[in-house]
């Protein structure tokens, strides 16, 4: 089965890091970009950011530039969002996907910034 | 690249037609001739599903009845026949340009 999990959401303070991973199986992850998207309660879709291949190319949201990084691991077939200097907007289920224009999600994880 | 749709809301007939419109600020026409404009379908409390991509492309196991059309900035979703099922968000999302971007997207519930 195609599938990806994410994991690693938290509560966490403002200021504070966070590392999410998303883990994939049923497909050869090392073919496909990969995707981060988040819903912050009540809200729509925001795209977060994408990975290619190979790594070499990484593109993010305006927002969260300098303080997000995605990255994976083709040998362990997943993928990373660290997150850094945390702020209250971050608050939001962060979704995997697989593909720039995604076709497989995952169940999300939660990511509470608060104090 | 700014996604707008419209209607935000939009209460339907079940057996009735539904449309929903995607508009986006620059042509999502890319350079290899590809236009990558996408529909997802996100049911309360569940995570999305895309149901088109490359504005006409049905997803595997997406019912017939829904279609997507549409080029350079102006895009369409269309339901033939509304089900139960079809109830939840629907976004459009552009692939074209970075930063990808959503639509703000339409709640479409049952009259």
């Known amino acids: 089965e195609v599938q990806v999990v994410e994991s690693g959401g938290d509560l966490v303070q403002p200021g504070g890091s966070l590392r999410l991973s998303c883990a994939a199986s049923g497909f050869i992850f090392s073919k496909y970009w990969m995707t981060w998207v988040r819903q912050a309660p009540g809200k729509g879709l925001e795209w977060v950011a994408n990975i290619k291949q190979d790594g070499s190319e990484k593109y993010y949201v305006d927002s969260v530039k300098g303080r997000f990084t995605i990255s994976r691991d083709n040998a362990k077939n997943s993928q990373y969002l660290q997150m850094n200097s945390l702020r209250a907007e971050d608050t939001a289920v962060y979704y995997c996907a697989r593909g720039a224009d995604p076709d497989v999600w995952g169940q999300g994880t939660t990511v509470t910034v608060s104090s | 690249v700014v996604m707008t749709q419209s209607p935000l809301s939009l209460p339907v007939t079940l057996g009735q037609p539904a449309s929903i419109s995607c508009r986006s600020s620059?042509?999502?026409?890319?350079?290899?001739?590809?236009?990558?404009l996408n529909w997802f379908h996100q049911r309360p409390g569940q995570s999305p599903r895309r149901l088109i991509y490359?504005?006409?492309n049905r997803d595997s196991g997406v019912p017939d009845r829904f279609s997507g059309s549409g080029s350079g900035t102006d895009f369409t979703l269309k339901i033939s026949r509304v089900e139960a099922e079809d109830v939840g968000v629907y976004y459009c999302?552009?692939?074209?340009?970075?930063?990808?971007?959503f639509g703000p997207g339409t709640k479409v519930d049952i009259k």
């Open positions: 999302m552009q692939g074209t340009h970075w930063p990808l971007t």
């Open positions: 490359k504005v006409s």
């Open positions: 620059q042509s999502l026409l890319y350079s290899n001739g590809n236009t990558y």
